[in-house]
């Protein structure tokens, strides 16, 4: 099975910093990773499918890019409603998701 | 805009059958597979299994042995069977639809499955 590497598990950032979140597959899944967004007591909401294309409706600071095996999560400026828990998903099968990065206010 | 709405019992006892479903509305399983995930209090999420639209299924191999998805397209709903559940199956259990790229979208609201004698 491919297992998902997600890091960092948690990190602290202001209002308007720049972050970035990634995800390492233990082998070629091409381009089949997607991002979710967590708040608490919610269902997960995708933000990113495909690697790198964004969901309707979703603001453009939020951007996904894959080099290999590893993909990344880039939230260009967090606004106060993104603080919340990140997933990465590879949906080759069987789909497995990331362990989550929290993504706290500092 | 498609919505899914899930429902089943709450509370189990250990070695039963755990059964919830998760009805569509304003949409159709036509060119969709359809998945269930749970999520332990306070942990990551866990891919349990998904069912395309002609009902062929494919399931996380560590849950293979007890869990059964199926469909009923007269009732626009899709359901999970889990048995002989266990403490370690307490979990919100969320349906959800399942797009080309193995994106899910939209999800169900969820539903607490607690597993206690």
């Known amino acids: 099975d491919i297992q998902m590497t997600q890091s960092p598990s948690s990190l602290s950032a202001f209002v308007g910093d720049g972050v970035t979140i990634t995800c390492r597959a233990s082998q070629n899944i091409g381009n089949y990773l997607n991002w979710y967004l967590q708040k608490p007591g919610k269902a997960p909401k995708l933000l990113i499918y495909?690697?790198?294309s964004l969901r309707s409706g979703v603001p453009s600071r939020f951007s996904g890019s894959k080099s290999g095996t590893d993909f990344t999560l880039t939230i260009s400026s967090l606004q106060p409603e993104d603080f919340a828990t990140y997933y990465c998903q590879q949906s080759s099968s069987p789909r497995a998701f990331g362990q989550g990065t929290k993504v706290e206010i500092k | 805009q498609v919505q899914l709405q899930q429902w089943g019992a709450g509370l189990l006892k250990p070695s039963e059958t755990l059964s919830l479903s998760c009805t569509i509305y304003?949409?159709?399983?036509?060119?969709?597979?359809w998945t269930w995930i749970r999520q332990p209090p306070g942990k990551g999420l866990e891919w349990i299994g998904e069912i395309s639209h002609t009902a062929s299924t494919d399931y996380n191999p560590s849950l293979k042995s007890r869990v059964t998805i199926s469909l009923d397209t007269s009732k626009n709903q899709f359901s999970l069977k889990l048995s002989s559940v266990t403490a370690a199956d307490t979990a919100i259990y969320f349906c959800?639809?399942?797009?080309?790229?193995?994106?899910?979208?939209?999800w169900g609201q969820g539903t607490l499955v607690t597993v206690s004698s």
């Open positions: 304003g949409g159709s399983f036509s060119g969709y597979h």
């Open positions: 959800a639809r399942v797009g080309r790229f193995g994106d899910t979208d939209p």
């Open positions: 495909a690697a790198s």
